[in-house]
């Protein structure tokens, strides 16, 4: 497994951008697919955003879809998520997630979790 550490979090007011960055530690972090995902008070997590290992394939939640961008540095075992045109909506708590093998989208699928970082849009 690899230990993750996400960061970048904050306050933002709508229409801005926000970049999360996770951090892992571990020999293989390119044999692991990742995924960031969000989960606001009351609600399921789900998931913003995944990647494969190679960094070529890419899944997001339409939420995300044209808004969001996520990408990898294998070299750096780190991967990003830019945030732009943020929503109100968009107000979670931001994991990084990772499972050996290729692309999932479930939650569940995931084997290794970061503590989050808290994302705050206002309106």
């Known amino acids: 497994q690899v230990q993750l550490v996400e960061s970048g979090g904050g306050s933002v007011q709508a229409g801005g951008s926000l970049r999360l960055t996770c951090a892992a530690s571990?020999?293989?972090?390119?044999?692991?697919?990742m995924g960031w995902f969000r989960q606001a008070t009351g609600q399921e997590r789900e998931l913003v955003a995944a990647?494969?290992?190679?960094?070529?394939?890419?899944n997001y939640a339409d939420s995300a879809k044209g808004r969001f961008t996520i990408s990898r540095e294998n070299f750096a075992n780190t991967v990003y998520l830019q945030m732009n045109s943020l929503r109100p909506e968009d107000t979670a708590v931001y994991y990084c997630?990772?499972?050996?093998?290729?692309?999932?989208?479930?939650?569940?699928?995931?084997?290794?979790w970061g503590q989050g970082t808290q994302v705050t849009v206002s309106s």
């Open positions: 990647i494969d290992w190679f960094g070529r394939n890419t």
């Open positions: 571990g020999r293989t972090f390119s044999a692991y697919a």
């Open positions: 997630a990772a499972r050996a093998g290729g692309v999932r989208l479930a939650p569940v699928d995931f084997t290794s």
